[in-house]
């Protein structure tokens, strides 16, 4: 089990927790700047006196195993009346540091309502108010202020708190025992330095014997860091936490064509980090960046970063890096995490509801699995009922599909993580696609990949993508291991999942 701890806040943070959720044997600390002033947060903190949540709640959110209607409930914005502008998990943060007396109890009261996975910890229990001062002798008050001074005009003297603000003991706890410390990435100013100047953090930091990653952000903040290059953020980042960085995450894709054009990006304008870092073994190199648009919210007040890190991307990385899984799994689908022989039962009793028996439905499935074409459940349904019962029908029986996992199975890809986890199924797409999706664990797969005919290809190509690896592949027809090439495929085992392969399947694992 190896501890890694997160240091950030913001869209940062939660992009990089959402990419580490899934990745096994590991446990996730994730340190939360407390000096936000602005939005939502800002008027909570200023007229409750508590806190500020923001930047907890997106962690809460990243980190959360409860279902999705709960995670968009803790983003939900109102609009109207007093609570416009508010989120919904603000103000539920809010209440549970008034009802428990203490911020940090009540994001662990959170944590466990949200079923978070892993521990979220203010960076300090202390009031923070962020202070600036720039070259000309400017105070800048606030981080919200901070954030909208072109401070790059004048340049900066010194960035401290008004008080003193103190490493929180669970923070300082989560830091000693790190085996991997991730710095950033994040708004460089208001996300990142507020946690590396809160004190004892530096001191806590150097007795530490974890490795520091820093993933180079994607882009520049006008008027803080417009045309930095990756060596400006990792020099500036070593001189205020007094220690070398380890690992150093760089970005090696460019965002696409529609990226650049929606959000008027040029060569040349500063706003893209180069890299600028040459011959330096801490170097990794990734293509990180995200090709999702994110639009501001009209509902949020705050303005967010427009590109961003792909979650997926970062959290598939450090991984590799952690290197705590040398074992992936591709797993069939129909007979091996789901019961087909159930599933055709539902079938057969749908029909018999329609009208159509027993014998006629068994005959036509029996002509249908003769065709070398893929089985096509609403073409068979087209044979025996009306067009427009066929949807219907169709429906009933995708919505089985939960109910019919292989459900120690399922516990099993959830140990192994998302990224050592594939489904290669073959049969007829919308139909496979259905009943993956119905069953609701799609998104505990790195790739699901439906095929109408060999899976040859499509194996060869994962072994030789992970040669360090041992690769597993579960099916329960011998026919889709008779067609590999175990010469190219060295790296690789084949389960069948006969009434043995679960026990198999665990003993290989283990």
């Known amino acids: 089990?190896?501890?890694?701890?997160?240091?950030?806040?913001?869209?940062?943070?939660?992009?990089?927790?959402?990419?580490?959720?899934?990745?096994?044997?590991?446990s996730i600390s994730a340190l939360v700047s407390m000096s936000d002033n602005g939005g939502s947060t800002g008027v909570l903190r200023d007229e409750l006196g508590v806190l500020p949540p923001g930047d907890v709640r997106q962690c809460l959110v990243a980190l959360s195993d409860h279902s999705d209607i709960v995670r968009n409930l803790m983003n939900y914005r109102f609009t109207d009346g007093s609570l416009s502008g508010?989120?919904?998990?603000?103000?539920?943060?809010?209440?549970?540091?008034k009802v428990t007396g203490d911020f940090a109890s009540g994001v662990r009261i959170a944590s466990e309502i949200l079923k978070v996975k892993g521990r979220v910890i203010p960076i300090t229990n202390d009031k923070a108010e962020l202070d600036m001062i720039l070259k000309d002798d400017t105070l800048v008050e606030g981080q919200v202020?901070?954030?909208?001074?072109?401070?790059?005009?004048?340049?900066?003297?010194?960035?401290?708190?008004?008080?003193?603000?103190?490493?929180?003991?669970e923070a300082k706890d989560a830091i000693k025992k790190a085996d991997y410390i991730i710095i950033g990435p994040g708004d460089y100013y208001s996300s990142v330095l507020p946690n590396v100047i809160v004190n004892q953090f530096k001191d806590v930091l150097k007795e530490s014997n974890a490795k520091i990653i820093l993933p180079i952000n994607l882009t520049n903040k006008q008027g803080h860091t417009l045309h930095w290059k990756s060596s400006d953020y990792l020099n500036d980042i070593e001189s205020w936490i007094d220690k070398k960085v380890d690992i150093i995450l760089i970005n090696n894709e460019k965002p696409s064509d529609e990226q650049i054009e929606v959000y008027q990006l040029k060569e040349g304008d500063g706003?893209?980090?180069?890299?600028?870092?040459?011959?330096?073994?801490?170097?990794?190199?990734?293509?990180l960046v995200s090709h999702s648009f994110f639009m501001n919210s009209s509902k949020d007040i705050v303005k967010r970063s427009f590109i961003r890190h792909d979650s997926l991307k970062i959290g598939s990385c450090i991984s590799k890096l952690?290197?705590?899984?040398?074992?992936?799994?591709?797993?069939?689908?129909?007979?091996?995490?789901?019961?087909?022989?159930?599933?055709?039962?539902?079938?057969?009793?749908?029909?018999?509801l329609a009208g159509v028996t027993r014998e006629i439905t068994e005959s036509k499935y029996k002509e249908m699995r003769q065709s070398d074409e893929p089985f096509s459940l609403k073409t068979f349904l087209s044979y025996l009922i009306k067009k427009e019962d066929i949807d219907n029908i169709y429906n009933k029986i995708i919505n089985t599909c939960p109910d019919l996992l292989n459900k120690e199975m399922i516990e099993i890809i959830k140990n192994l993580g998302k990224y050592n986890c594939y489904i290669v199924s073959n049969g007829e797409r919308q139909f496979q696609e259905d009943k993956i999706k119905s069953s609701g664990i799609y998104g505990l797969f790195c790739e699901v990949i439906i095929l109408p005919g060999s899976k040859k290809q499509v194996i060869e190509r994962i072994c030789d993508q992970n040669k360090d690896s041992k690769i597993l592949f579960i099916d329960d027809k011998e026919q889709f291991f008779n067609d590999l090439d175990f010469e190219k495929c060295s790296n690789l085992k084949k389960i069948l999942c006969d009434k043995d392969g679960l026990q198999k399947l665990k003993g290989e694992i283990n």
């Open 86 to 97: 508010h989120s919904f998990g603000n103000i539920f943060l809010a209440g549970l540091e």
């Open 1 to 26: 089990m190896k501890n890694i701890v997160t240091i950030g806040g913001g869209t940062g943070s939660y992009v990089v927790l959402s990419g580490l959720r899934n990745i096994p044997n590991i």
């Open 322 to 352: 952690i290197g705590e899984s040398k074992k992936k799994v591709i797993f069939d689908f129909d007979d091996t995490l789901l019961d087909n022989s159930k599933l055709k039962e539902v079938l057969y009793r749908e029909l018999e």
């Open 271 to 287: 706003v893209l980090v180069e890299n600028n870092i040459e011959n330096d073994d801490r170097v990794i190199f990734e293509a």
């Open 145 to 169: 202020n901070i954030t909208n001074t072109d401070i790059q005009k004048v340049g900066i003297k010194n960035i401290f708190y008004k008080e003193n603000v103190h490493l929180s003991e």
